[in-house]
């Protein structure tokens, strides 16, 4: 039975008041400016070797586009009313399949295998519902170089963050552990306009472009994480006094493992770099081996 069949034999009977209630839950607002539509597709331009993976098709202002110019199209809705509307639509397009599925725990690591041409891409498009936006940007990430390039509409507020640079009250844990993985850029802001029903706030499309590698050493990914993490738990405090919280150390050790790092132990979380981030983690790695 190929994937297709499968996927169409898991989608119950579509019903409006089960997709609108499913919908507002996830706190999910159609797009339906095909203008916007157009310029999230051009950020990624997909072409016929290219797997492109579409999260949240909803009512499909996406996926038909998407599915004029990829190779492969994998549209992940976990509405089975608005699935299995899509697979009707779509009925007739074998390279596209319409899957029931969760986009924060999917499994993206097999994604290379799918691709039309091995020389092709693995492209990520999405509308992603606001309550569940960065739990589903967190899998991407994670799920390293599988992925090429993303084009994801978020909440303004969260797509600023993303694309922010050190200094700025925006920039925080999320810009950091993204841009670990990913060149990110805001690529254009979106009105509320554009969407049915139309939401409380200005939406952002960010591009994202898979690091094969993170531009600075990174030793231990956990370690990194749980110092960012930290270093950002308590952003009023000073570097030394979120870090001693966060990591449960004492005050004397957590000063002394930014003074070996380099860093002021008085210095803001947000005022730091990704590589003064990778020489914190680091010296936490060193006096931790050093401490047995």
Known sequence: MSPRRNARASVPRPSRHAASGKTRALGQHFLRDDAVAERIIGEVR????????????????????????????????VDPALA???????????????????????????????????????????????????????????AGPVVDEMALMLQKEVALRVAAEPGGRTYGSLSVLTQLSCEARLAFTVPPSAFRPPPQVDSAVI??????????????????????????????????????????????????????????????????????????ARTQDQTQSAGG
């Open 46 to 77: 997909p072409a016929i070797g290219d797997l492109v993976v579409e999260i949240g098709p909803g009512l499909g202002a996406l996926t038909g586009r998407l599915a004029r110019a990829a190779g492969r199209l994998l549209a992940l809705e």
């Open 84 to 142: 299995a509307a899509l697979l009707g639509r779509f009925a007739d397009a074998p390279h596209v399949e319409i899957l029931v599925a969760d986009a924060r725990f999917f499994n993206y690591a097999g994604l290379s295998a799918l691709k039309p041409n091995p020389a092709g891409r693995v492209l990520v498009v999405g509308n992603l519902p606001y309550s569940v936006g960065k739990p589903i940007l967190q899998a991407l990430v994670e």
């Open 207 to 280: 591009h994202l472009r898979v690091r094969p590698a993170p531009p600075v050493p990174v030793d231990n990914p956990a370690r990194l994480r749980a110092v960012v993490l930290a270093a950002f738990g308590q952003r009023r405090k000073s570097l030394a006094n979120a870090l001693a919280s966060g990591l449960g150390l004492a005050a004397g050790r957590a000063r002394a493992m930014c003074d070996a790092a380099g860093i002021a132990p008085g210095r803001r979380a947000e005022t730091l770099s990704l590589a003064e981030f990778a020489r914190l």
